[in-house]
T-cell receptor, first 111, second 114 residues
Framework: GENVGLHLPTLSVQEGDNSIINCAYS??????FIWYKQESGKGPQFIID?????DKRQGQRVTVLLNKTVKHLSLQIAATQPGDSAVYFC??????????FGTGTSLTVIP | GAGVSQSPRYKVAKRGQDVALRCDPI?????LFWYQQALGQGPEFLTY????????KSGLPSDRFFAERPEGSVSTLKIQRTQQEDSAVYLC????????????FGSGTRLTVV
C-alpha cells in the first residue's frame, strides 16, 4: 500500500495555543488529501480536505497546507481547545475508491 | 438513522469462531466501505460496494473474510475461523454518491479474538 506517515506520534499543547500536525506521503500521484479527527470509541470524522492543485485551504480554525515538492501535508489548528484532543490522521487518494491513512498523531490539549 | 450504525459495538470471539459484523449505512447512500483499524494504527481499506455490487475487495486480507450487501443497503462483514491477528476495530463508511466523496464513518465494531 501507500506509505502515508506522520512525523510526530504525540503532541501536547496548551489550551489557546496553535497546533501543527504533520504528515508525509510517498505517492507523488496522490491528488486528494483529507484530515480526519478520531476521538476514542468513535469513527474518523472529516475535518478538512485539499486537492493537489492547491497548496493551502482554510476552514473554521483549521488550515491545511500541502507541499507537493517534498510530499508533505500539515494541519494547523488555531486556538486549540480541550475538545480538539483526539488522534488526527491524514489520508490520501490517488485513484480508485480507497484512502490510505497514516498512523496518526495523538493531540492532547492541556487546560 | 442519522448516521452510519454498526453492531455489535464490541465482540469477543474465541479463536476459530466465525463472526458477523453488521453495518447500517445512512439511508439512500449508494457507496459503502469497510476498513480495518488495528490498535494504534490508521484504518486500512478492506472492500467497497456500490449498491449491491462489490466493486473492490482488494483489501480483504484472506479468504476467511467475506462481505456482502445483498439489497444494496445493510452490509455484513463475515470473518471465518477467527485468529488473533483479526483483533481490530472494523469501520464502515457510506457515501451518497458513487465512490468515496463525502463519506461518513460509523463508530466501528471492536473485535477481540481470544
Amino acid at each position: 500500500g501507500e506509505n502515508v506517515g506522520l512525523h510526530l506520534p504525540t503532541l501536547s499543547v496548551q489550551e489557546g495555543d496553535n497546533s501543527i500536525i504533520n504528515c508525509a506521503y510517498s505517492n507523488s500521484a496522490s491528488d486528494y488529501f483529507i484530515w480526519y479527527k478520531q476521538e476514542s470509541g468513535k469513527g474518523p470524522q472529516f475535518i478538512i480536505d485539499i486537492r493537489s492543485n492547491m497548496d493551502k485551504r482554510q476552514g473554521q480554525r483549521v488550515t491545511v497546507l500541502l507541499n507537493k515538492t517534498v510530499k508533505h501535508l500539515s494541519l494547523q489548528i488555531a486556538a486549540t481547545q480541550p475538545g480538539d484532543s483526539a488522534v488526527y490522521f491524514c489520508a490520501e487518494n490517488s485513484a480508485g475508491n480507497q484512502f490510505y491513512f497514516g498512523t496518526g498523531t495523538s493531540l492532547t490539549v492541556i487546560p | 438513522g442519522a448516521g452510519v450504525s454498526q453492531s455489535p459495538r464490541y465482540k469477543v470471539a474465541k479463536r476459530g469462531q466465525d463472526v458477523a459484523l453488521r453495518c447500517d449505512p445512512i439511508s439512500g447512500h449508494v457507496s459503502l466501505f469497510w476498513y480495518q483499524q488495528a490498535l494504534g494504527q490508521g484504518p486500512e481499506f478492506l472492500t467497497y460496494f456500490q449498491n449491491e455490487a462489490q466493486l473492490d475487495k482488494s483489501g480483504l486480507p484472506s479468504d476467511r473474510f467475506f462481505a456482502e450487501r445483498p439489497e444494496g443497503s445493510v452490509s455484513t462483514l463475515k470473518i471465518q475461523r477467527t485468529q488473533q491477528e483479526d483483533s481490530a476495530v472494523y469501520l464502515c463508511a457510506s457515501s451518497p454518491r458513487e465512490g468515496w466523496y463525502g463519506y461518513t464513518f460509523g463508530s466501528g465494531t471492536r473485535l477481540t479474538v481470544v
